[in-house]
């Protein structure tokens, strides 16, 4: 079983900034990519960004400039560093880590997500 954690979620101001972090932990063999996506009141769950354990990033487009993601691979570990902070960044914050547990069995693990608040 693979438990993935988010922290850092707040209450910051219009251009303020702001750290996500989220560890997966658990029967992990290897996790091929880690990735944060967020959930607006009353829409969808959407994609923020991405990051594969090679390193290779994707953004959303709202987001390319003033987001980004990194890893810790050792740690299991990966952080949304955001600047510049919208109103519409306002949302819950969720973390997936895709990968194989020791069994060889594929996993995608979704965190309880963190609340961003973005007001003034």
């Known amino acids: 079983q693979v438990h993935v954690v988010e922290s850092g979620g707040d209450l910051v101001q219009p251009g303020g900034s702001l750290r996500l972090s989220c560890a997966a932990s658990?029967?992990?063999?290897?996790?091929?990519?880690m990735g944060w996506y967020r959930q607006a009141p009353g829409k969808q769950r959407e994609v923020v960004a991405g990051?594969?354990?090679?390193?290779?990033?994707n953004y959303a487009d709202s987001v390319k400039g003033r987001f980004t993601i990194s890893r810790d691979n050792a740690k299991n570990t990966v952080y949304l560093q955001m600047k510049s902070l919208k109103l519409e960044d306002t949302a819950v914050y969720y973390c997936?880590?895709?990968?194989?547990?020791?069994?060889?069995?594929?996993?995608?693990?979704w965190g309880q997500g963190t609340r961003v608040t973005v007001s003034s």
């Open positions: 997936n880590a895709a990968g194989s547990d020791y069994s060889r069995h594929p996993f995608s693990s």
């Open positions: 990051i594969t354990s090679g390193g290779t990033t």
């Open positions: 658990g029967s992990i063999f290897s996790i091929y990519a």
